[in-house]
Nanobody, 119 residues
């Protein structure tokens, strides 16, 4: 039922910027906490940022001050603006929708988009 369609990944130089987009269905967008996660080779998937339906946000320490998560309710889209990119930001980035339902957290994931930061 959940559809998460990502776009915006690519290759950028250190210090550059990139904006990721995640298009969702309206029903999911309004009832789930949206977020971005990333997974680098050999590492576990880690939280990057989250945003609630009320636009409360949270960020990983490693991206605070550089990344900004936002949402467009009219377009059912969540964005991740990434500035001052570093090679350590290289990873597959996943859009996530999360909701507590009947005592269980349901997680839905996008297909992932590759972000590569290199000279």
């Amino acid at each position: 039922q959940v559809q998460l369609v990502e776009s915006g990944g690519g290759l950028v130089q250190p210090g550059g910027s990139l904006r990721l987009s995640c298009l969702t269905s309206g029903s999911i967008f309004s009832s789930h906490v949206m977020g971005w996660y990333r997974q680098a080779p050999g590492k576990e998937r880690e939280l990057v940022a989250t945003i609630t339906s009320r636009s409360n946000t949270d960020y990983a320490d490693s991206v605070k001050g550089r990344f900004t998560i936002s949402r467009d309710n009219a377009k059912n889209t969540v964005y991740l603006q990434m500035n001052s990119l570093k090679p350590e930001d290289t990873a597959v980035y996943y859009c996530n929708a999360r909701r507590l339902w009947l005592g269980v957290f349901n997680n839905y994931w996008g297909q992932g988009t590759q972000v590569t930061v290199s000279s």
